[in-house]
């Protein structure tokens, strides 16, 4: 059974960083696609970076250049490190596959950025 649990989410200014850990079962992140998406209230869940195997990332032009994926194959863990935030960014984190269908999704980390 897959399971996703994120964490690391919380209240940040403008301009400031926060780090979110997603821990993965059921699959293994160096063989599985993985990617973090969030969901802003009133909006649809949307792709904010994907990592595919070999290790290529990929970012929608309003987080690039601001967020970075990252996996450590040894624990099963995906990671997004978030710098300059922005009030925009604030929405429910989730991580789950990155490509074809999507597994359970996880509870999911609140993201909230205001000052």
């Known amino acids: 059974q897959v399971q996703f649990v994120e964490s690391g989410g919380g209240l940040v200014q403008p301009g400031g960083s926060l780090r979110l850990s997603c821990a993965v079962s059921g699959i293994n992140v160096n063989r599985d696609a993985v990617a973090w998406y969030r969901q802003a209230p009133g909006k649809q869940r949307e792709l904010v970076a994907g990592?595919?195997?070999?290790?290529?990332?990929n970012y929608p032009d309003s987080v690039k250049g601001r967020f970075a994926i990252s996996r450590d194959n040894a624990k099963n863990m995906v990671y997004l490190q978030m710098n300059s935030l922005k009030p925009e960014d604030t929405a429910v984190y989730y991580c789950?596959?990155?490509?074809?269908?999507?597994?359970?999704w996880g509870q999911g980390t609140q993201v909230t950025v205001s000052s």
């Open positions: 990592i595919i195997t070999n290790g290529i990332t």
């Open positions: 789950n596959t990155f490509g074809g269908a999507r597994k359970p």
